[in-house]
């Protein structure tokens, strides 16, 4: 069965440094999400891709993030300047079209990010 | 907005046990609900959505509108379902993105 490939697993940067983490989503999947999910807290939505262009952001992602789909098969999210806040793991998804509902939500392993 | 709330952070019980993990959500228009699963070292993975009215690995869920819940119950718990629980809700108005309840840690002792 396909899945989503985040990488790296594990990050670890200093604070204010620029990140940047990758995913492949599903090859035929048109829409792709970022969550992020700090330790001992709920999974939030960060933004949600579709057309190459940004169709939703919450009010975490702020002006330090930025995501692209430099390419066919990669969906990135960067962080311009790690904050410790910053410190969560991260969550690639990726979905279909598939029905009048949509298919779900396809998650990757994540990326565990720790910002020093 | 949409919210989902999950009330309970934990949730032990032993092997053949019935279990129910309550989730309520609050959303004005006509959401779609899922229960996703995340047992150790892995990915969120579907468990069940509400309109495919199925049962998964013995799970079911049942949408009640009237009074805005999706609990996940499964009648004879094993410790292969200890595993974290998350109900999370989906709105085409809100782009279909997921919104998540804070999760349930389910631990089924032998």
């Known amino acids: 069965e396909p899945e989503v490939t985040q990488t790296p697993s594990h990050q670890v940067t200093q604070m204010g440094q620029e990140v940047i983490l990758r995913c492949v989503p599903i090859?035929?999947?048109?829409?792709f999400y970022w969550y992020r999910q700090i330790l001992g807290q709920k999974v939030e939505f960060l933004v949600s891709?579709?057309?190459?262009?940004?169709?939703?952001k919450s009010e975490i992602f702020d002006d330090q993030f930025s995501v692209e789909r430099p390419d066919g098969s990669n969906f990135t999210l960067k962080i311009r300047s790690t904050k410790l806040e910053d410190s969560a793991m991260y969550f690639c998804?990726?979905?279909?079209?598939?029905?009048?509902?949509?298919?779900?939500?396809?998650f990757g392993n994540g990326t565990r990010l720790t910002v020093t | 907005a949409q919210r989902v709330t999950q009330p309970e952070k934990l949730l032990s019980v032993f092997k053949g046990a019935p279990v129910e993990l309550k989730c309520n959500y609050s959303?004005?228009?006509?959401?779609?609900l899922f229960w996703y699963v995340q047992y150790s070292r892995q990915r969120l993975q579907l468990l069940l959505r509400?309109?495919s009215r199925e049962s998964i690995k013995g799970f079911t869920a049942d949408l009640n509108k009237g009074e805005t819940s999706f609990h996940l119950k499964k009648p004879f718990a094993q410790e292969e379902d200890s595993a974290m629980y998350y109900c999370?809700?989906?709105?085409?108005?809100?782009?279909?993105?997921?919104?998540f309840g804070g999760g349930t840690r389910v631990l089924v002792k032998p």
């Open positions: 999370a809700l989906s709105a085409r108005a809100a782009g279909n993105k997921l919104t």
């Open positions: 509400h309109i």
């Open positions: 959303y004005s228009g006509s959401p779609e």
């Open positions: 998804a990726s979905r279909g079209i598939g029905g009048v509902r949509g298919s779900p939500l396809h």
């Open positions: 090859s035929n999947h048109l829409y």
């Open positions: 891709f579709y057309n190459n262009e940004i169709s939703e």
